[in-house]
């Protein structure tokens, strides 16, 4: 990964000092984050590393102008499992209705959407158990689609169904291309090829894409189709390609799995300046690193890593250093990260040369170096020069 450039504080004009970006950081470089599908499973129910043989997307080809060189895909490298986490269980009737209050506030997910996505989780549970589909992964599809409905202003009714029926909400990359799927519909945007498969109705009646209830049990029999068992990370990212290809899709919605699978296996609340910074990084995902960027438009289209995490926890309110140097030396420094706290690389006694935001499950989002795209991927890798955690709401 390359190092940031030298420039002078968010307050003043961005330039860099130094003409020619500084030689490579020791880390290995990480091209392609297909190979963090290992989150998935963690999360979801199990770890299985994605094959190292196997040949994974670049998200950074899928975001590059025509004329630009796309980079070349590599295998990823050798890693270590990050560690099984519990997944975020649906509780027993007794306790349902006080859990989804309270995670519904939590997340910022509306009450109702919650709702459907438990009710369909809990179902296919029973029903096709050894899929192990978690409501993280049904709600963080409503995330990254429709902001669980939201897009254009709609709401659920208390059945459940929208209250302005939601047509395909176009969703294009940083370089104007369409990568939403054509003709989807609802709240989950469901294309008519997955609808016409998988439709079903939670209460008995006739299916209706616009009804949360149905279309999260439309959604979760498609993920658990032929047999998938989602707490394996390749079998997760593959199902999840499935309702929509498109690489920014899947990367945001990887991303979402994990702060919400963070968020729900917590004990308190999350600081609302984390998830503010947290969320401005996901919508950032597939933005292509630019040397000295800080992510402005027009002539300043991407980040730099501390440029990132500048600009993160400024849409939070929260004023950072412009340099990962100067940021490590900065914040509190914290020995086990957790959501939202800043990972830094280098040497302590000397420079911090790069700076990702942790979103949990020993993933972060970072910008990484020139040719990449803003991406998620493990934050700790054999041989890297890992320096430590900081936290700017200490």
């Known amino acids: 990964m390359s190092e940031e450039p030298e420039v002078v504080p968010a307050d003043t004009p961005d330039t860099p000092e130094s003409p020619e970006p500084p030689a490579p950081r020791r880390r290995t470089p990480l091209v392609v984050i297909a190979a963090v599908v290992v989150v998935a499973g963690a999360l979801v129910a199990g770890i299985l590393l994605a094959p190292e043989q196997q040949e994974t997307t670049n998200a ?8 630009s060189p796309s980079p070349t895909p590599s295998k990823p490298p050798t890693t270590t499992p990050p560690q099984t986490s519990t997944p975020p269980k649906v509780p ?3 306790e349902f209705d006080a859990w989804a209050s309270k995670t519904s506030q939590w997340l910022d997910v509306p009450l109702r959407a919650m709702v459907g996505y438990a009710k369909a989780t809990t179902k296919l549970s029973k029903d096709i158990p050894g899929c192990h589909l978690s409501w993280v992964t049904l709600a963080a599809v409503g995330k990254v ?17 929208m209250d302005k029926p939601l047509g395909t909400i176009e969703v294009r990359d940083f370089y104007n291309k369409i990568v ?7 709240p989950m945007q469901l294309s008519p090829a997955i609808w016409g498969k998988y439709q079903a109705s939670a209460s008995g009646g006739k299916p209706d894409v616009q009804n949360i209830d149905d279309a999260a049990l439309t959604t979760g029999r498609a993920l658990c189709a032929d047999g998938h068992d989602l707490s394996q990370g390749q079998v997760w990212w593959d199902s999840v390609g499935t309702l929509q290809p498109a ?4 990367h945001r919605t990887l991303a979402t799995v994990n702060v919400y699978g963070t968020v729900g296996q917590g004990s308190a609340a999350p600081n609302p300046a984390v998830l503010s910074a947290v969320n401005f990084a996901i919508d950032k995902i597939g933005l292509p690193y630019i040397w000295g960027g800080n992510g402005t438009g027009g002539n300043d289209p991407g980040f730099d890593c501390s440029g990132l995490t500048t600009a993160a ?11 990962a140097d100067t940021q490590f030396r900065s914040v509190p420094h914290v020995t086990d ?4 706290d800043l990972i830094f690389y280098g040497e302590p006694a000397t420079k911090i040369h790069h700076v ?8 972060m989002i970072d910008a990484p170096q020139t040719g990449q795209a803003v991406q998620v991927h493990s934050y700790r890798r054999p041989g890297d020069d890992y320096a430590g955690a900081g936290r700017p709401t200490a």
């Open 145 to 161: 689609t429709t902001d669980h409905g939201r897009a254009r202003g709609g709401q659920f009714g208390t059945t459940g169904v």
């Open 337 to 340: 990260p957790q959501l939202g």
């Open 313 to 323: 926890y400024g849409s939070a309110g929260i004023k950072l250093m412009r340099t």
């Open 247 to 250: 690489p920014l899709f899947l």
């Open 356 to 363: 990702g935001l942790y979103i949990g499950n020993q993933q």
């Open 60 to 67: 950074a080809a899928t975001v590059t102008p025509a004329s």
């Open 180 to 186: 939403s799927t054509a003709n989807a519909a609802g």
């Open 92 to 94: 027993e009737a007794s």
